[in-house]
């Protein structure tokens, strides 16, 4: 029985292993795909979606400082240990203030991308004595910005987008920079009070005689150095400080200076008229005998003849205009009769420019006689 067994089972493995071989011989081939004369579809684009968000404007990413040892230092600032009064934010590409420390006397923003001052950052920050925020993309200062910080000494905002002059300014501040931005507007009473101001620079903006009211500069009582060139101005500034030392007004289009202009002025030592319209007729005879005046510059105007000068400048600068002939017997500040060993009576003129004039060497001799302290004359 169990030999009967056992060959059954031998049977049953031969049958069912020849079912498996004849299932492999019956399998076919793959048929290739007969070749088609059909382009090939082209996907369609995919519908563009908004585009991701980025970033305002195209300025670089701030630059981080290293960890400080003050806690309250913002990491888009410096602050070093030797100097802990001292913020320096400069060249950080920053685009708004941080907020100040307390402990911050000189704060340095300059040189990065931000566009308007708002009073937040400052909130701690009373006891500020310098700020500079030059070159920047400022067009705008809350009022109330300056407003609580009476210890403000000086501040630098030149190079930047301003349209008019700040409001609110401390009455304490000694010097305000404000040149190279786009103001045509002074507010009325901005500079009230201002009787600390010594420098006051507007230069390289877009300044009318219209802007200069009769008044803006009455309350400068300490004003030494006053800069208004590169403007549209044709005229004079009305009511300069008498307590001038400089007066910078180059590259306007004044065609005349008053009679008795600066006839107040007491310590006037410096005037630059350089790139203006001037001509004799508009410069009156005795306009520029100034006792205290060391250095006038006449240079790019219209000037025909050299104008009367004081004894004691030292410097003029006539480039560039339209002399023909300098007379020495003229121009000379005394007579050349007098007793020349009196140094009191010797002209003090050490540098004389005329180059770009009429003009050809030599120079007359009576200018030399008369002016014996000449060490460079450009002709």
Same mark, same amino acid.
């Given at each position: 029985?169990?030999?009967?067994?056992?060959?059954?089972?031998?049977?049953?493995?031969?049958?069912?292993?020849?079912?498996?071989?004849?299932?492999?011989?019956?399998?076919?081939?793959?048929?290739?795909?007969?070749?088609?004369?059909?382009?090939?579809?082209?996907?369609?684009?995919?519908?563009?979606?908004?585009?991701?968000?980025?970033?305002?404007?195209?300025?670089?990413?701030?630059?981080?400082?290293?960890?400080?040892?003050?806690?309250?230092?913002?990491?888009?600032?410096?602050?070093?240990?030797?100097?802990?009064?001292?913020?320096?934010?400069?060249?950080?590409?920053?685009?708004?203030?941080?907020?100040?420390?307390?402990?911050?006397?000189?704060?340095?923003?300059?040189?990065?991308?931000?566009?308007?001052?708002?009073?937040?950052?400052?909130?701690?920050?009373?006891?500020?004595?310098?700020?500079? @925020?030059?070159? !920047?993309? &400022?067009?705008? =200062?809350?009022?109330?910005? %300056?407003? $609580?910080?009476?210890? /403000?000494?000086? *501040?630098?905002?030149?190079?930047?987008?301003?349209?008019?002059?700040?409001?609110?300014?401390?009455?304490?501040?000694?010097?305000?920079? @404000?040149?190279? !931005?786009? &103001?045509?507007? =002074?507010?009325?009473?901005? %500079?009230? $009070?201002?009787?600390? /101001?010594?420098? *006051?620079?507007?230069?390289?903006?877009?300044?009318?005689?219209?802007?200069?009211?009769?008044?803006?500069?009455?309350?400068?009582?300490? @004003?030494?150095?006053?800069?208004?060139?590169?403007?549209?101005?044709?005229?004079?500034?009305?009511?300069?400080?008498?307590?001038?030392?400089?007066?910078?007004?180059?590259?306007?289009?004044?065609?005349?200076?008053?009679?008795?202009?600066?006839?107040?002025?007491?310590? @006037?030592?410096?005037?630059?008229?350089?790139?203006?319209?001037?001509?004799?007729?508009?410069?009156?005879?005795?306009?520029?005998?100034?006792?205290?005046?060391?250095?006038?510059?006449?240079?790019?105007?219209?000037?025909?003849?050299?104008?009367?000068?004081?004894?004691?400048?030292?410097?003029?600068?006539?480039?560039?205009?339209?002399?023909?002939?300098?007379?020495?017997?003229?121009?000379?500040?005394?007579?050349?009769?007098?007793?020349?060993?009196?140094?009191?009576?010797?002209?003090?003129?050490?540098?004389?420019?005329?180059?770009?004039?009429?003009?050809?060497?030599?120079?007359?001799?009576?200018?030399?006689?008369?002016?014996?302290?000449?060490?460079?004359?450009?002709?």
């Amino acid at each position: 029985m169990k030999a009967g067994v056992g060959l059954f089972s031998a049977l049953a493995l031969l049958l069912l292993m020849g079912a498996v071989f004849s299932q492999r011989a019956r399998q076919k081939k793959p048929t290739k795909r007969p070749a088609t004369t059909r382009k090939p579809s082209v996907p369609k684009p995919a519908v563009l979606g908004q585009p991701e968000p980025q970033e305002p404007t195209d300025f670089p990413p701030p630059i981080l400082g290293p960890a400080s040892v003050f806690p309250d230092c913002p990491r888009e600032c410096v602050c070093s240990p030797s100097y802990p009064n001292a913020l320096n934010c400069e060249n950080r590409n920053i685009r708004t203030i941080p907020a100040i420390p307390s402990r911050t006397h000189y704060l340095y923003l300059q040189n990065n991308y931000i566009s308007e001052v708002t009073a937040e950052p400052f909130l701690n920050a009373t006891e500020i004595r310098w700020v500079n @925020l030059a070159n !920047n993309h &400022i067009h705008r =200062i809350d009022k109330q910005v %300056f407003e $609580k910080i009476p210890s /403000l000494l000086y *501040l630098y905002v030149q190079s930047n987008h301003l349209k008019e002059v700040p409001s609110g300014l401390p009455v304490g501040l000694e010097q305000l920079r @404000l040149g190279r !931005n786009r &103001i045509s507007k =002074i507010p009325a009473g901005a %500079f009230n $009070k201002m009787g600390n /101001l010594t420098l *006051l620079d507007l230069y390289h903006n877009k300044l009318s005689d219209n802007d200069l009211g009769k008044n803006i500069f009455k309350d400068l009582k300490s @004003l030494m150095q006053l800069n208004l060139a590169h403007n549209i101005l044709k005229k004079m500034p009305a009511s300069v400080p008498n307590s001038l030392i400089q007066l910078f007004l180059d590259r306007n289009s004044i065609e005349d200076v008053p009679k008795d202009y600066f006839k107040s002025m007491s310590h @006037l030592a410096f005037v630059r008229l350089n790139y203006n319209q001037l001509s004799n007729k508009g410069l009156p005879k005795y306009v520029f005998n100034i006792t205290t005046l060391l250095d006038l510059q006449l240079s790019h105007n219209q000037i025909v003849t050299v104008p009367l000068i004081n004894g004691h400048l030292e410097h003029l600068h006539l480039n560039h205009n339209s002399i023909e002939s300098i007379n020495g017997t003229q121009i000379c500040p005394y007579s050349l009769q007098a007793d020349m060993s009196d140094p009191s009576l010797v002209p003090r003129l050490r540098y004389l420019r005329l180059d770009g004039n009429h003009l050809s060497p030599p120079i007359p001799l009576d200018v030399i006689m008369c002016f014996r302290h000449l060490h460079s004359i450009v002709i």
